[in-house]
């Protein structure tokens, strides 16, 4: 039997996954990061991106919108703004999304406006999400 250790990814609303894994890679503002059982103690803070976890040699993959991960040797916690496994991602709501997005990206908006900041975060959420859903 392979080694595991604890993950725990929580959102403002909810416990996403609680569990025992092999294996997760996530994606950490300086780059992605892979955390296997033993590893060492660190934190990290994550940007938008895809968190694979492998769990009972089975691939998992959840969208995640930020937050921090605390690693431990034995467990690993993901304090995500927003995170979702891919099956329960709502690919609709996340097209309409994508299309909200793009349509203020089409204003006469300049690089430094909040609004047009704003707009290219919920494009890039809406498409990692619309990416993380096509895995399920």
Known sequence: MSEKFSLQIISPERVVFEGEVEA???PGKEG???VLP???PYLVQLKIGELRILKDNKWTCA???GGFSEVEYKSMKILAEAAELSHEI???R???AKQRAEQKLQKNLKADDDEFILAQAALERALNRLKVAEKS
Do not use: N, P, Q, T
């Open 24 to 26: 997760v890679y996530a």
């Open 32 to 34: 992605e990061f892979g």
């Open 90 to 92: 709502d690919v609709e």
């Open 63 to 65: 969208a995640i919108s």
């Open 94 to 96: 996340a097209k309409a």
């Open 38 to 40: 033993g590893h060492a």
